[in-house]
Nanobody, 114 residues
Framework: VQLQASGGGLAQAGGSLRLSCAVS????????IGWYRQAPGKERELVAA???????NYASSVKGRFTISRDNAKNTVYLQMNSLKVEDTGVYYC?????????WGQGTLVTVSS
């Protein structure tokens, strides 16, 4: 399984960005895909996740502002980020889990300015 994250960039507080995670390989092995972020000097944290059944889960800090979704035809998972805050700044990673394994994409940097 390979994951390719994209869509990061610079946004102003209150703005929006959409991240994409393109998945290839043995996608049938995947049970869930999550977006994680790592802010400077902090540990990596789960932001949002979506299961193969379509269930979603969000960190309390982004609930109501971020939406995770998927396009099965494109094998892509999205993270729509609205009402961005300065504290959303960080490197965002997508991660797939399944069959006791996990696969990580490279990070994409999101910078939110005040």
């Amino acid at each position: 399984v390979q994951l390719q994250a994209s869509g990061g960039g610079l946004a102003q507080a209150g703005g929006s960005l959409r991240l994409s995670c393109a998945v290839s390989g043995s996608t049938s092995s995947i049970n869930a895909i999550g977006w994680y972020r790592q802010a400077p000097g902090k540990e990596r944290e789960l932001v949002a996740a979506i299961t193969s059944g379509g269930s979603t889960n969000y960190a309390s800090s982004v609930k109501g502002r971020f939406t995770i979704s998927r396009d099965n035809a494109k094998n892509t998972v999205y993270l729509q980020m609205n009402s961005l805050k300065v504290e959303d700044t960080g490197v965002y990673y997508c991660c797939a889990i399944g069959h006791g394994s996990s696969w990580w994409g490279q990070g994409t940097l999101v910078t939110v300015s005040s």
